[in-house]
């Protein structure tokens, strides 16, 4: 069979690097076996869904350049894809595993499940589930007259339909990733199946609809594994156990020390970004930022992401999305969970700014020097002479402010006293006169500056290093920066004699 894969996030919000990382997955499977991506929006719980997280979650995907075959976007063969569009089917399956008898329809209130939980709380101090023990004292069709049961739901009593989980059963499934796992049914909850509002749980829409959409391998986060033998016994179940998908369950992104998921809560703790994209909160009024806002080059990110809980098999860990599609492969996914390290993202996002070019360089940085400036007319070409000057310091598409604003603006002179403290007639001199030889240069260029400076500053008695560190302070404001010559040369006649002229007045 055709290879297809699925990524079915849930309309709720930010998308995590941990979904992304997913998503970079399923994608290279695909690609590098010819198969099919989908994208399916998992939207059944009504309560948590958040209006335009659908769309932020496509726009994250084409920003990473992970864009799926078949979405709700893009339509297919299945649609539709997403999961409220498909309500009406699920209840009939629902119905087709009570008729067979590994379902059953359960009419208890909250009120009645939370007594239950209180009446029966484990030794350990624990909530019991609603399991083969407890279904027999509650109010289900397993203990009530099937004429009752019949007229509750003709009167409209709300009910919920569980899967009986049967006893004492080993349930196995082979893992991509973790070999054979099996579990113990006795262990496991009457999970609910579909809900009082005849919306599916996750539990029977993923099965059916990975059915129904040909979906041939299943790949999806580690916390998923306790409800594995739910979905491995539906499949059975459905009399579809020949279709069902293989499986591989992701290992998780760690926080920094290894301890634990990493979650939202650690980016804002220790100042790094855990979203895709930035994500405005329309509940909350709350934006949380993301990696492509702080600064990140899509591929870098992509690449990063990939090394997270995956081994090339190599030394090298830089590469191009085509070729992770040439080499993945999902046996090299680790079990273990991968420890997220910013310094190392970072790391992998300077490496790419190093190798794009200037041009294509310049135009993603520019956004992030207008916002700065104010002014959307920006020569591109001056930007990209700045970029090929600055980018070996720079880490983030926003750095290029903090390392190169002073090619764009004057800046504020922080180190006046450094040239002060060892300023005498010498130096005066030098840059008195040299204010004028400049007026009169033809050639403004980083060679013709330098042998200027280099003659005068021998007819003047004073080594180069003299004049050096107080030009560079004139033009930076600071001492760091690229070569003073090529500065200058950049930010132009005008501009260079001007902050000579502030500091030698």
């Not at 976007?73 to 894809?81: R, S, V």
């Not at 499934?173 to 599916?200: H, Q």
């Not at 030098?430 to 200027?452: G, V, Y």
Request: charged fraction near 25%.
């Amino acid at each position: 069979m055709k290879v297809r894969v699925r990524f079915a996030p849930s309309p709720t919000g930010g998308l995590h690097l941990g979904g992304v990382r997913t998503v970079l997955y399923n994608y290279l499977f695909a690609r590098h076996h010819g198969g099919d991506f989908v994208l399916r929006i998992e939207d059944t719980d009504q309560n948590r869904f958040v209006e335009g997280a659908e769309q932020y979650i496509m726009d994250c995907l084409k920003w990473c350049g992970l864009e799926p075959d078949e979405s709700p976007l893009k339509g297919g063969p299945y649609t539709p894809y997403r999961q409220s569009e498909r309500k009406p089917l699920y209840k009939d399956y629902a119905e087709q595993l009570i008729d067979s008898g590994y379902a059953y329809i359960a009419f208890d209130t909250p009120e009645e499940l939370e007594k239950m939980r209180a009446e029966y709380r484990r030794d350990d101090n624990t909530n019991p589930q609603y399991d083969h023990f407890t279904r027999g004292l509650m109010r289900n069709s397993l203990t009530l007259p099937a004429e009752t049961v019949a007229e509750l739901v003709e009167k409209g009593t709300p009910y919920v339909v569980r899967i009986k989980m049967p006893e004492n059963e080993t349930v196995t499934l082979t893992d991509m990733i973790r070999g054979e796992i099996s579990f113990d049914s006795s262990l496991v909850d009457d999970k609910v199946l579909l809900k009082a509002d005849g919306m599916p749980t996750y539990h029977l829409a993923v099965v059916v609809d990975d059915y129904l959409m040909k979906i041939t391998h299943a790949f999806r986060g580690e916390e998923w594994l306790p409800s594995a033998p739910v979905h491995v016994l539906l499949w059975q179940y459905m009399g579809w156990k020949e279709h069902m998908p293989q499986w591989a369950h992701l290992p998780l992104i760690l926080k920094p020390d290894g301890n634990g998921k990493l979650s939202k809560r650690d980016g804002d703790r220790l100042g790094f970004p855990v979203f895709a994209m930035n994500w405005f909160d329309p509940k909350t009024g709350e934006t949380t930022k993301g990696f492509r806002e702080m600064g990140f080059l899509p591929q870098a990110f992509v690449n990063m992401l990939a090394m997270l809980g995956w081994n090339p098999g190599v030394e090298k860990e830089l590469f191009s999305l085509d070729e992770l599609v040439q080499i993945f492969s999902m046996e090299r996914v680790h079990k273990g969970g991968a420890k997220f390290n910013f310094e190392k993202a970072k790391w992998f996002n300077h490496q790419y700014i190093q190798h794009t070019d200037n041009a294509v360089l310049a135009e993603m940085v520019k956004p992030y020097i207008v916002k700065e400036l104010g002014d959307g007319n920006m020569e591109i070409g001056k930007l990209e002479k700045v970029v090929g000057l600055i980018k070996d310091r720079c880490h983030l598409l926003t750095d290029f402010w903090e390392q190169g604003h002073f090619f764009f603006a004057t800046p504020e002179i922080k180190e006046l006293a450094v040239i002060k403290d060892k300023w005498n007639d010498q130096k005066q001199q030098f840059f008195t006169t040299w204010q004028s030889k400049l007026e009169l240069l033809t050639d403004w260029n980083h060679d013709a500056l330098e042998a200027s400076c280099n003659e005068l500053a021998v007819e003047c008695g004073l080594k180069k290093g003299d004049v050096m560190l107080p030009l560079r302070i004139m033009l930076v404001g600071g001492k760091y920066g690229p070569g003073v010559f090529a500065i200058a040369e950049v930010i132009g006649k005008e501009e260079t004699i001007k902050r000579i002229k502030f500091v030698t007045r």
